[in-house]
């Protein structure tokens, strides 16, 4: 169909190229262009779908790590090699983390908030370059207490 094929260095031709006005009927009579999209968005959920199947089989190992743990520790009272309460507080923030919980005094943000990031408006870089030279003129008053 007038596609080139390379084997070591050669060059075989399979018949004669298509003209372009063949290639744009054959196209549109078996609509190529709408297959091909479609072909793509079912990749691309077929993708997805797989992301978010690994995202779930990594939170379930995480939680039975941390349950495996826990009952380590019950069963561990009268052991000889205890678990540190490190090893403790490390499964239980993997766990909170990967459910997407927070582990304490931090959030967890999973996506930025695009209302936030908006450039600072004339009377905040005002205030920002007020700020820097009072932190300028803060340090270089440190600097010459220091050196007397």
Do not use: C
């Not at 936030?116 to 932190?135: F, H, N, R």
């Amino acid at each position: 169909m007038g596609r080139e094929l390379e084997e070591q260095n050669s060059r075989f031709r399979l018949g004669k190229r298509p003209a372009l006005k063949t290639l744009f009927q054959w196209s549109s009579n078996f609509q190529w262009v709408q297959r091909s999209k479609l072909w793509d968005e079912e990749k691309k959920e077929l993708m997805t779908l797989e992301f978010q199947r690994s995202e779930k089989q990594r939170a379930i190992k995480v939680s039975r790590l941390y349950e495996k743990i826990g009952t380590y520790l019950l069963f561990q009272v009268n052991r000889a090699r205890p678990i540190t309460v490190d090893d403790f507080k490390k499964a239980w923030e993997m766990f909170r983390t990967e459910s997407g919980l927070s582990t304490g005094k931090t959030e967890v943000a999973h996506t930025i908030n695009e209302e936030d990031q908006k450039p600072p408006t004339p009377e905040e870089q005002a205030l920002g370059k007020e700020i820097d030279q009072a932190i300028k003129n803060f340090y270089d008053r440190q600097r010459n207490t220091t050196k007397k």
